[in-house]
């Protein structure tokens, strides 16, 4: 403890020699150092159960859960027309504008397209916020040959075997008729059709895979009940399609969320995604009509 300073020295004011070093009263080593707020201090709370779960139901209310709802309602719809699901027919891409005003349909396409992504940004932005990154479910380019051979295996495997459930169903009166486009032609038709497949394989794969896996992880789900929780909400999302079509992407979801477990990303399941999607979006230009066994035609 240092000495107080004794009295005696209380007449050694400053002279004019200490006076022109320190023109100030106040040096500006003696002045208190301003306050520097850590700027992650204000977001750096836990992500308790009770935020997590409300985080989940946010981006669901946002994107695919509100999909899954509106799915319910016309499937209910379907059932009870007339004629049965058979009968019925569900479009995947539409005009969004007459005919005759092809630029006001392709910049209404555009724009779809752009906000379509917005959960997907969402998605990121929260994983940012709780120190993760795309780069924790798999979301980069850092395994480009890997993806690029995994993706369309997986397309080949799922496409296949969903178009069998597709034509079984339909036939069996339990799937409406899914037509994929019904664009006028136009120069932008099929860039607009491949666009809006890798939205589709984006939005899904990246929510509701790898999102919702990971939080549910954080919940302290099992990796089953995950995964059942993961291909339930896709197939209810699938609904409007049908009974056939809703257990279809049942088992597509558990294959894709056992392939996500097994290695840890979400871009092959993209990849695959938006193949399959590109595949029937086209199909739907080139196919439907010339091919007899397909629907629709």
Known sequence: MADPKPESQAESQPGPEAALQAPSSETPSARPAPQRRDPGSASAAPLTPGLIKAEILCVLALSLGAAAVSAA?????????????????????????AAEWPWLDLSRQVYSLVFAFAPVALVLYLLRRSHQ????????????????????????????????????????????????????????????????????????????????????????????????????????????????????????GLVFCWFYRRYGRVMPLVIAHSVIDIVAFAGAVYLIGEVSWLPGG
């Open 133 to 252: 990154s795309a780069r924790t479910i798999g979301f980069d380019l850092r395994r480009p040959g890997h993806d690029l051979l995994t993706g369309p295996g997986l397309a080949a495997l799922i496409g296949c075997g969903g178009l069998a459930v597709y034509v079984v169903s339909w036939q069996l009166g339990m799937t409406v008729t899914v037509r994929p486009s019904t664009l006028e032609e136009h120069w932008w038709q099929l860039p607009v059709l491949i666009l809006q497949a890798v939205k589709n394989g984006v939005l899904e794969e990246v929510i509701v895979v790898g999102y919702l896996m990971l939080r549910l992880d954080q919940l302290g789900w099992s990796p089953v009940r995950a995964a059942v929780a993961s291909s339930v909400l896709r197939a209810f999302y699938h609904l409007y399609q049908g009974v056939g079509m809703f257990f279809g992407n049942l088992v597509m």
């Open 73 to 97: 309602i016309s499937f209910l719809g379907a059932v009870t027309a007339p004629g049965g699901l058979a009968q019925q027919s569900a479009s995947l891409v539409d005009p969004q504008a």
